[in-house]
């Protein structure tokens, strides 16, 4: 059973708890689409009061692309003082795997724009027959496709005992106001026919620990008090758990949530088996 969260008005009743703030990008300060204004307000009121922000996000791209969507959704860099990606932990995960030869799944033209990923590594791509590891990027028509479409091809993978490197830990995300499936359920399937997944994303240690650097540089000295902030409870509210920090769970991204968003929220975090310390609707000061 999990203790049921405090619900606060807004991230100022809280704020002075915390000097450094872990937060989750899409579903909480934009949908893909725009910006959420209120969102990037309050982080920014959080980083005027002396505190610093980290954005923390499993898209499977580098800091640079996850940042260069932000000024066209009128997401101000006024809210944040660095940024870190599930792509940017791939990364260092496929830098020490230059000598293997790699099977990619997921490459298409969309968002995620998979070519920097791995962009400059010069990793050696071959058909799955060759393959000594699998990087999943993605479905390869996010828009289209079911996991369960790859599943037979998924298949083929684990009987080889490939492990999977899952660039993106998230099942679903919302673009606008549909929701499309991630390389997460891709990898969940992996993992019921029995393979082993690597994941440098939340909810997994590497990529808090590289927030955590970032954040220590952006103060100039280490985080004592952190709050991790997401929509998710199987990544954001599951990853804070597993690094013993406090965590903030808002309810702009996969919850459509109706007028018992306490209820909701107490029964979401019962589900995942996880918990939060704070619940809000949608982040605001």
């Not at 800091?63 to 792509?87: H, L």
């Amino acid at each position: 059973m999990t203790t049921r969260p405090e619900h606060p008005d807004g991230l100022a009743e809280i704020a002075e708890r915390y000097d450094t703030i872990l937060c989750d990008v899409w579903g909480v300060i934009h949908n893909g689409r725009r910006a959420f204004a209120p969102a990037c307000g309050a982080l920014t009121k959080f980083r005027e009061q002396g505190g610093t922000v980290v954005l923390i996000t499993n898209a499977p791209v580098p800091k640079a692309q996850v940042i260069s969507y932000f000024e066209p959704m009128g997401v101000s860099d006024d809210c944040y003082d660095d940024c870190v990606s599930s792509g940017d932990a791939t990364r260092e995960e496929l830098s020490r795997r230059t000598h293997e030869k790699i099977w990619r799944l997921g490459v298409d033209a969309g968002w995620e724009r998979d070519q920097f990923l791995y962009q400059g590594l010069g990793l050696n791509f071959v058909e799955p027959e060759a393959a000594d590891t699998l990087l999943c990027v993605g479905l390869e028509d996010q828009a289209n496709d079911d996991p369960e479409d790859y599943r037979g091809l998924l298949k083929t993978g684990v009987e080889r005992g490939l492990p999977m490197i899952c660039a993106n830990p998230d099942i679903k995300v919302r673009v606008g106001d549909q929701l499309v499936w991630c390389a997460g359920a891709l990898a969940a399937i992996y993992e019921e026919e029995g393979g082993t997944v690597i994941y440098p994303g939340k909810p997994h240690p590497v990529i808090y620990e590289l927030a955590l650097k970032r954040a220590a540089a952006a103060r100039g000295k280490p985080s004592e008090a952190v709050l991790c902030i997401g929509d998710s409870p199987g990544t954001d509210m599951r990853g804070a758990a597993r690094q013993g920090l406090d965590a903030l769970y808002v309810g702009t991204g996969l919850a459509d949530h109706g007028d018992d968003f306490e209820a909701e929220v107490g029964a979401l975090l019962e589900e995942y088996e996880t918990g939060a310390r704070y619940a809000m609707a949608a982040l605001r000061w």
